[in-house]
Each structure stands twice: as structure tokens, then as C-alpha cells.
């Protein structure tokens, strides 16, 4: 049985299919060694980083890498541009690439380690450095460990990009909420605990008991996996879904339940409403990314406290690695070197330790433990901890073959039909399963 990596497919454009999909994964690489030159002109090689780090989650901290690095040589001249998700990046990448206009470097989420390399034109990184940098061989050995590094590989074992950002679904919860209602300021230990705790906390407090992330299906696979279910489970090299499984209707219902019987959870599908909810005191626990820690550490006026997400009895916990790896998309030679370099930059000890410090992610690299910076943060920052002590417990995000960005919605549909009351559990996760299986089947 293989948990696979989940896919959040786009569907191409036919000017997609005639610019992008030319020599899909295969830019020309042409032989040469050496840093980035400024071109024959005098003028530096200048290069967009496309990311989806806003205001409230790293956005500063992009800024200030992008400026350090440009001020720190003059050959080569960085300029950012954000985009609002992996998703809208990926649609405008589309987009420009067919335009002939694709930026150096973009941010692509773990969810498309298998749509992003089979759809767009990228470069790998062993390529780039076989290519023009002999002396970095042992690069990205020596700074990820293989764990790491292989969330940035498809399944025929291509690597497609830079592991970057790590992350995983915490629960954060109001301590003051908790000792309101009677309950640990610990926070529960157990899924069992978190239900009990969601439910006391609304019956004492007129509060809800918890928000549980939703907007895509990263918790809603935390959920169903940490309670036995797999989402995709290959035979003989044959996909099948299989989150509909007695355990995995067994979890969706107790979830479900919290919602519509306890009243104790909310339904939002709006992560912003549910982080404002939670950061405004009206919901006592939110399981949601380590990510946001800095975002609520800003925002909370409360003694907010995390732990990990809570295991169903006799069953391992399952958290999805979320975030994203690094892919160079440049088509031009020295564009491609100059990727590569600020690449490196953004991966040293220091600068991947400002970057947890920045956004709330766990380290990506081997060295960053090892900076002062990071040391001095999780010092400062104890709602990291649970998200350190989960490293263990990562799992790949699902990557749904076929038609994956259907399949994706269908688990949307699936779980919002649930938690709104309009189907029960045993219906919609039955005729999802089925639906998710004729897409991958085509």
C-alpha cells in the first residue's frame, strides 16, 4: 500500500499544449560552467521569483532576500512578483509561459510534484548543475536530507525542483478559552480529547469549540489518514481511491458530528474567516498549518499555545507535508544560472533559518538547526515545537492521477456536503470514492 502525493491538476490551454508542453521538462541546457554573466550589453541578468507568500505569511521576509541578494553582487538583479496561491500561480504561469514570458523561479506546492513536471517546462536542478556548476555536485545532498529531497521528486524519480518550505497542520488553541470551560490548559491529547474538549468549551463558554483548516483537502486528509483510511492506494501499478473505507467513514462522522450534532465545531470554508475567528477569541482550538504560527503570534490577544494534531485511538498520526519546492522555469541560459545562484542564497544555514523565522515553517534543510537564528526563534516561539515533534509523522499529499483538479473538487463538494447536512456520510463519501475513481480511470 502507497500513499500517493496529491495532484491539484489545471486543465491546459490548447496555447498551453502548443508553447509550454514544447519539450515539456527539457529547456535546452546548453554546455558551460561559471556564476551568471551580466549579458554581452553590460546589463545584468535580471530574473522574476513568482511566490505566494502575502503580508501575513512571509512576504516581508521574500523582500528582504530579494534585496540582500541584489545588493550583495552586480551581476545578477532578482525582482519578486506574488501570486494568491499555488493554484493562481500555476494558471498564470500558464499563461505567461504560452506568452512567451516565463519568470526563473517559481514557488510549486508538494501537491503538484506530479501535475507541474508533466505540464510545464522547467529544468531540474541535477541538470543545471552537470551542466554549469561541476563544483555544487554534492549541493543538494549535503543540505537536504533524503526525506526531504524526495518530496520534491515525481514518481519515475525525476527531480522537478529545491525543496523550500515545509510545513504541517498543528492545533493552536486559546488556553484561556480552555481553562474558561474547565478544561487543561495542556489542550487535548487525543482526538477523543479534542471532541470532548470542542464540546465542553461550546456548552461552558457559548463558544465554538474548534475550526478544523478547510479551503482545500490538506486537514481533510490529516483527518481521514490519521484515523486509518488511505486516500490512494496503488495494486500491481493500478491507482484506486480508497478513503471511504469503514475507518475513514469512521473519522469523517465523528468530524461531521462535531458540527452538526455538538454544534462544537464551525464550518467555514474560508481559512481567512476561520483564522480571524480563532485570532478574535470566538473559537477556542484550529487545527491549521504551522505556517500561520507567526500570523497568530501577531494577532491573538490570548495565551495561544499549539500541540499536535490529535490521534484517534490505536491509529498513527498522519500530517501531509505542505509547502513547496523551488523549480527553475527559465528558459535562457544565463537566466538559468542566475536562478540557480539566488537558489543557493535562499538555502544557506541562515537565510532557510530567517526563512522559519519568517513564515513559521519547519526547517527544509539540514544546517538550519545548526544557525543561531533558528536556535534563537524557537527559543522565542514555542508554538513551533509541535510541529518540530510531528516531523516523524509526515505523509505525502495526495496526487490524484487523471483528472486531478476534478477530483480535487469533488473531495471539496464532498466535505462540504457533509459538514452542511445535505448528505450523509455513508452517501457522499461513497458516490465521491466513485466519482474520484472513474477520473483517475478517465
Given at each position: 500500500?502507497?500513499?500517493?502525493?496529491?495532484?491539484?491538476?489545471?486543465?491546459?490551454?490548447?496555447?498551453?499544449?502548443?508553447?509550454?508542453?514544447?519539450?515539456?521538462?527539457?529547456?535546452?541546457?546548453?554546455?558551460?560552467?561559471?556564476?551568471?554573466?551580466?549579458?554581452?550589453?553590460?546589463?545584468?541578468?535580471?530574473?522574476?521569483?513568482?511566490?505566494?507568500?502575502g503580508e501575513n505569511q512571509g512576504g516581508a521576509a521574500v523582500q528582504e532576500f530579494i534585496?540582500?541578494?541584489?545588493?550583495?553582487?552586480?551581476?545578477?538583479?532578482?525582482?519578486?512578483?506574488?501570486?494568491?496561491?499555488?493554484?493562481?500561480?500555476?494558471?498564470?504561469?500558464?499563461?505567461?509561459?504560452?506568452?512567451?514570458?516565463?519568470?526563473?523561479?517559481?514557488?510549486?506546492?508538494?501537491?503538484?510534484?506530479?501535475?507541474?513536471?508533466?505540464?510545464?517546462?522547467?529544468?531540474?536542478?541535477?541538470?543545471?548543475?552537470?551542466?554549469?556548476?561541476?563544483?555544487?555536485?554534492?549541493?543538494?545532498?549535503?543540505?537536504?536530507?533524503?526525506?526531504?529531497l524526495n518530496l520534491a521528486k515525481n514518481n519515475d524519480g525525476i527531480l522537478a525542483g529545491?525543496?523550500?518550505?515545509?510545513?504541517?497542520?498543528?492545533?493552536?488553541?486559546?488556553?484561556?478559552?480552555?481553562?474558561?470551560?474547565?478544561?487543561?490548559?495542556?489542550?487535548?491529547?487525543?482526538?477523543?480529547?479534542?471532541?470532548?474538549?470542542?464540546?465542553?468549551?461550546?456548552?461552558?463558554?457559548?463558544?465554538?469549540?474548534?475550526?478544523?483548516?478547510?479551503?482545500?483537502?490538506?486537514?481533510?486528509?490529516?483527518?481521514?489518514?490519521?484515523?486509518?483510511?488511505?486516500?490512494?492506494?496503488?495494486?500491481?501499478?493500478?491507482?484506486?481511491?480508497?478513503?471511504?473505507?469503514?475507518?475513514?467513514?469512521?473519522?469523517?462522522?465523528?468530524?461531521?458530528?462535531?458540527?452538526?450534532?455538538?454544534?462544537?465545531?464551525?464550518?467555514?470554508?474560508?481559512?481567512?474567516?476561520?483564522?480571524?475567528?480563532?485570532?478574535?477569541?470566538?473559537?477556542?482550538?484550529?487545527?491549521?498549518?504551522?505556517?500561520?504560527?507567526?500570523?497568530?503570534?501577531?494577532?491573538?490577544?490570548?495565551?495561544?499555545?499549539?500541540?499536535?494534531?490529535?490521534?484517534?485511538?490505536?491509529?498513527?498520526?498522519?500530517?501531509?507535508?505542505?509547502?513547496?519546492?523551488?523549480?527553475?522555469?527559465?528558459?535562457?541560459?544565463?537566466?538559468?544560472?542566475?536562478?540557480?545562484?539566488?537558489?543557493?542564497?535562499?538555502?544557506?544555514?541562515?537565510?532557510?533559518?530567517?526563512?522559519?523565522?519568517?513564515?513559521?515553517?519547519?526547517?527544509?534543510?539540514?544546517?538550519?538547526?545548526?544557525?543561531?537564528?533558528?536556535?534563537?526563534?524557537?527559543?522565542?516561539?514555542?508554538?513551533?515545537?509541535?510541529?518540530?515533534?510531528?516531523?516523524?509523522?509526515?505523509?505525502?499529499?495526495?496526487?490524484?492521477?487523471?483528472?486531478?483538479?476534478?477530483?480535487?473538487?469533488?473531495?471539496?463538494?464532498?466535505?462540504?456536503?457533509?459538514?452542511?447536512?445535505?448528505?450523509?456520510?455513508?452517501?457522499?463519501?461513497?458516490?465521491?470514492?466513485?466519482?474520484?475513481?472513474?477520473?483517475?480511470?478517465?
Amino acid at each position: 500500500m502507497n500513499i500517493k502525493k496529491k495532484i491539484l491538476t489545471l486543465l491546459l490551454s490548447s496555447a498551453l499544449l502548443v508553447g509550454a508542453l514544447a519539450g515539456c521538462g527539457n529547456p535546452a541546457v546548453s554546455s558551460g560552467s561559471g556564476s551568471a554573466a551580466a549579458t554581452d550589453s553590460g546589463e545584468k541578468v535580471k530574473i522574476q521569483y513568482w511566490h505566494i507568500n502575502g503580508e501575513n505569511q512571509g512576504g516581508a521576509a521574500v523582500q528582504e532576500f530579494i534585496d540582500e541578494f541584489n545588493a550583495s553582487q552586480d551581476r545578477i538583479e532578482v525582482e519578486g512578483r506574488y501570486n494568491n496561491g499555488y493554484d493562481e500561480l500555476l494558471k498564470n504561469l500558464q499563461a505567461d509561459t504560452a506568452a512567451g514570458n516565463a519568470p526563473a523561479i517559481v514557488q510549486v506546492s508538494w501537491s503538484n510534484i506530479e501535475y507541474f513536471p508533466a505540464n510545464f517546462a522547467y529544468v531540474s536542478p541535477n541538470e543545471i548543475v552537470s551542466s554549469y556548476y561541476p563544483e555544487d555536485s554534492n549541493f543538494l545532498s549535503s543540505t537536504f536530507e533524503d526525506s526531504i529531497l524526495n518530496l520534491a521528486k515525481n514518481n519515475d524519480g525525476i527531480l522537478a525542483g529545491v525543496p523550500y518550505s515545509v510545513s504541517n497542520p498543528v492545533l493552536y488553541y486559546n488556553a484561556d478559552l480552555l481553562k474558561a470551560a474547565g478544561l487543561s490548559e495542556n489542550g487535548p491529547q487525543s482526538w477523543d480529547e479534542f471532541v470532548a474538549f470542542a464540546k465542553a468549551v461550546k456548552e461552558q463558554t457559548g463558544k465554538f469549540g474548534a475550526y478544523l483548516q478547510e479551503g482545500d483537502t490538506w486537514v481533510l486528509q490529516a483527518i481521514l489518514e490519521s484515523g486509518g483510511a488511505s486516500m490512494l492506494t496503488y495494486e500491481g501499478g493500478a491507482p484506486t481511491a480508497t478513503f471511504a473505507s469503514d475507518k475513514g467513514k469512521a473519522a469523517m462522522q465523528s468530524y461531521a458530528d462535531m458540527v452538526l450534532t455538538d454544534g462544537s465545531a464551525v464550518h467555514l470554508t474560508s481559512n481567512d474567516d476561520g483564522l480571524k475567528a480563532f485570532n478574535d477569541g470566538e473559537v477556542a482550538m484550529c487545527v491549521s498549518s504551522i505556517a500561520k504560527a507567526t500570523n497568530i503570534i501577531n494577532s491573538a490577544n490570548f495565551d495561544v499555545r499549539s500541540t499536535t494534531f490529535p490521534e484517534f485511538s490505536g491509529e498513527q498520526r498522519a500530517v501531509p507535508a505542505g509547502g513547496c519546492y523551488l523549480a527553475i522555469t527559465a528558459q535562457d541560459t544565463e537566466e538559468q544560472k542566475a536562478a540557480w545562484e539566488f537558489i543557493k542564497f535562499l538555502c544557506n544555514d541562515d537565510n532557510s533559518a530567517k526563512w522559519v523565522a519568517g513564515t513559521g515553517y519547519v526547517p527544509a534543510t539540514k544546517g538550519a538547526e545548526n544557525s543561531q537564528i533558528l536556535k534563537d526563534y524557537l527559543g522565542r516561539n514555542p508554538l513551533m515545537q509541535a510541529a518540530m515533534n510531528q516531523r516523524s509523522n509526515a505523509v505525502q499529499w495526495t496526487a490524484w492521477p487523471g483528472s486531478a483538479l476534478e477530483a480535487q473538487q469533488a473531495l471539496i463538494d464532498m466535505r462540504d456536503q457533509i459538514l452542511g447536512g445535505t448528505k450523509d456520510v455513508n452517501t457522499a463519501m461513497d458516490e465521491c470514492q466513485t466519482k474520484v475513481q472513474s477520473l483517475i480511470e478517465g
